[in-house]
C-alpha cells in the first residue's frame, strides 16, 4: 500500500509541475510561437528526463485495469449463474405446482 501512495504522490507532484511549466510558459510575455517552442522543449525535456517512470506507472496502470476487468467479469458471471439458477428454481416450483395441480382435475 505504501509503493501505491508513493506513486500517487509521484503522479501528483509531476502533474503539478508539468502544470507550472503549461502555466508560466503561457502567461509570459513572449509571443506565441516563442512561447509554444519553449512549452514543445519543456515538455520534450520532461518526458525524457521521466520516461521509466512514467513507463512504471503506465504499465501499474494497465495491470490495475486489466484486473478490475477481471473482477468485474468475475462477479458478473456469479451474478448470472444465481439468476439463472433461481429461474430454473423458479421453473420447477411452477412444474411441481402444475403437476399438483393436474392431480387434482379429476
Not at 507532484?13 to 514543445?40: D, I, M, Q, T, Y
Amino acid at each position: 500500500m505504501s509503493k501505491n501512495k508513493s506513486l500517487m504522490f509521484g503522479m501528483g507532484l509531476l502533474a503539478g509541475v508539468v502544470g507550472g511549466l503549461v502555466a508560466g510558459v503561457l502567461f509570459a510575455p513572449k509571443p506565441g510561437e516563442e512561447s509554444r517552442k519553449e512549452l514543445k522543449d519543456a515538455a520534450c525535456e520532461l518526458y525524457e528526463k521521466h520516461s521509466p517512470a512514467i513507463a512504471e506507472a503506465k504499465r501499474q496502470a494497465m495491470e490495475n485495469v486489466d484486473l478490475m476487468k477481471y473482477k468485474l467479469e468475475r462477479q458478473f458471471r456469479k451474478y448470472n449463474n444465481m439468476v439463472k439458477s433461481k429461474k430454473l428454481l423458479k421453473a420447477k416450483e411452477l412444474e411441481d405446482l402444475g403437476s399438483e395441480a393436474s392431480e387434482f382435475d379429476y
